[in-house]
């Protein structure tokens, strides 16, 4: 019996292959196909806009735009792939990324700062949602302090040595260095406009400083220039940040894709008497715990917890209190949590169509869909695994 049910699902697989994977000769929908397609795509393009009315439809993010807030990374891989095959950027407007707008637009900034978690089961999308909050953040003026994927400084650094000056301490300075490439991409111009000082004299050796009124530009020029202090320029960058939010000369939007790392018990970082140390001895940690925390104003704080982001042994659940642990949780308690499920119906056949619009997949025989649903259980990575490239 086992045999047979193993035997049906590798004839639904194969059925699959069949007609998902190829691409359609057919140049020009019919009218009939014209009318399906209106009803996933919308033409409202800001973020800021988006309600109700949008839910289920895609909305296209323009290329300079795609590339000023996402150069750095910020979206799943595999949507990249997407993105360069179809020649556009498509985002579903989903429930959780408008709820969270919902949030933030009703937010009193005079407050301190609140925290937002997005969590769900692997593949839901949310790093997609916070991808659709960035986008209203850098069109709604945000100086963006975004960590695409924070467990990649702490299971597959570009490179380790330990922190001068600070004993005991490991820093990351090659990520420190592209993390404020990275800020500097996405906030360039808005700091230009904004011409933000420093509030103080940072002293990085004997003969190298970067004067009290310095603008940020400067400081975070000179990280890049000089890796070796890129560590300790993102720390002064982030407190400046903060003071400068606080005084109401900006507002901020802090956005990291796998919080949770920062609080897992151990790196894959290896100390000179080759034991693995804990994130909290990362140079990198503090500023991004310090930046997470409620002692300011004038901005707003979106964080994702993940089990992929934990090593192996901690992805029992994905609720935020088991991710993020005792001490972790304190650090953000209270926060607003924001549930990332997998696609409704209405999701689901909105990819569909998306789909068949690109002429990734062609006209499919009754059932197809239900197939596809079945396999893939509406979970938004797994049914774009389906549908992939050979």
């Known amino acids: 019996m086992i045999r ?28 009939a196909e014209g009318a399906t397609i209106s009803e996933f795509r919308t033409a409202v393009s800001n973020p800021g806009e988006h309600s109700a009315m949008q839910v289920a439809k895609f909305y296209t993010i323009p290329a300079e735009q795609k590339k000023q807030i ?19 950027a498509c985002l579903m407007v989903r429930n959780p990324a408008l709820e969270l707008l919902q949030y933030i637009k009703d937010g009193d900034l005079t407050k301190p700062v609140v925290r937002y978690v997005l969590y769900g089961e692997n593949g839901t999308g949310k790093t997609l949602t916070m991808a659709h909050v ?77 004067p009290a009124g310095s603008s940020l530009i400067e400081l975070v020029e000179h990280g890049i220039a000089r890796i070796k202090y890129a560590s300790e320029t993102t720390a002064a960058l982030i407190a400046e940040l903060k003071q400068l ?66 090593t192996e042994g901690y992805m029992d659940s994905y609720m935020p209190r088991y991710l993020l642990g005792k001490e972790g949780f304190e650090h953000l308690d209270p926060f607003v949590p924001i549930h990332v499920e997998n696609y409704t119906d209405k999701e689901f056949h909105s990819y569909i169509s998306y789909y068949l619009d690109r002429h990734w997949i062609n006209k499919t025989p009754q059932g197809f869909e239900e197939q596809l649903k079945f396999m893939s259980n509406k979970n938004p990575y797994s049914l774009m695994q389906l549908v992939r490239a050979l």
Not at 71 to 85: A, F, N, S, V
Not at 171 to 198: C, E, I, M
């Open 245 to 310: 939010s606080t005084a109401g000369q900006c507002k901020v939007m802090v956005a990291i894709d796998g919080f949770n790392s920062f609080f897992h018990p151990v790196t894959r970082i290896f100390s000179d008497n080759k034991q693995l140390v804990t994130p909290d001895r990362v140079t990198l940690t503090q500023p991004f715990l310090d930046i997470t925390n409620y002692d300011w104003t004038n901005g707003v704080c979106v964080l994702s917890v993940d089990k992929i982001a934990m």
């Open 70 to 88: 996402f150069g750095g990374g910020g979206l799943p891989k595999q949507y990249e792939q997407q993105i360069k095959t179809f020649t556009e």
């Open 4 to 31: 047979n049910r193993f035997g049906s699902l590798s004839r639904v697989s194969a059925q699959l292959q069949r007609h998902v994977q190829q691409m359609s000769t057919n140049a020009a929908a019919s009218p």
């Open 134 to 210: 960035l986008h209203y953040g850098a069109l709604n003026d945000f100086l963006l302090v975004h960590v695409p994927w924070a467990p990649n400084w702490m299971k597959r650094p570009k490179e380790a040595s330990n922190a001068a000056g600070q004993e005991g301490m490991i820093d990351l300075p090659f990520d420190a260095a592209a993390w404020l490439v990275h800020f500097k991409a996405q906030n360039g111009p808005l700091l230009q406009r904004l011409q933000l000082k420093t509030s103080k004299e940072y002293v990085w050796s004997k003969r190298e400083s970067t």
